[in-house]
């Protein structure tokens, strides 16, 4: 009778035992579940940042690209501007020195006259 109490005893704590490893392994397998999703979402906003610093590389190369042309459009503005200017210049003295010179025969043929 002992051993038969034994003997269900030990039954008994090898039902437990498997038991407890059941609930083991389903924890364990719920855990590797939730640590894959998290990995595949963190794979996921990796991709998603990747993309989105490419996109914004891609326009800030697109923009600095524009603002060089840009600037060498004013560079080419602002010589053609220093060209006009001094072409005027150059007018304004000449158009002084034809009215100069305009004064000077008026006054002459105005003294040959009287």
Not at 22 to 38: I, M, S
Not at 58 to 86: D, F, G, P
Not at 92 to 101: N, T
Not at 107 to 114: A, D
Request: aromatic share 2%; hydrophobic share 35%.
């Amino acid at each position: 009778l002992e051993l038969h109490q034994q003997l269900a005893i030990a039954v008994s704590a090898d039902k437990k035992k498997d038991a407890m490893i059941e609930q083991l392994d389903k924890t364990l397998a719920k855990v590797v579940e939730g640590w894959n999703k998290h990995e595949t979402e963190r794979n996921e906003s990796m991709c998603r940042v990747q993309e989105e610093k490419e996109a914004a590389e891609k326009i800030q190369m697109h923009q600095q690209e524009m603002l060089s042309r840009l600037e060498t459009k004013l560079s080419q503005v602002m010589e053609a501007l220093s060209t006009e200017q001094q072409a005027a210049r150059e007018w304004e003295k000449e158009k002084e020195i034809l009215q100069s010179e305009k004064m000077l025969l008026v006054r002459n043929l105005e003294s040959e006259k009287g």
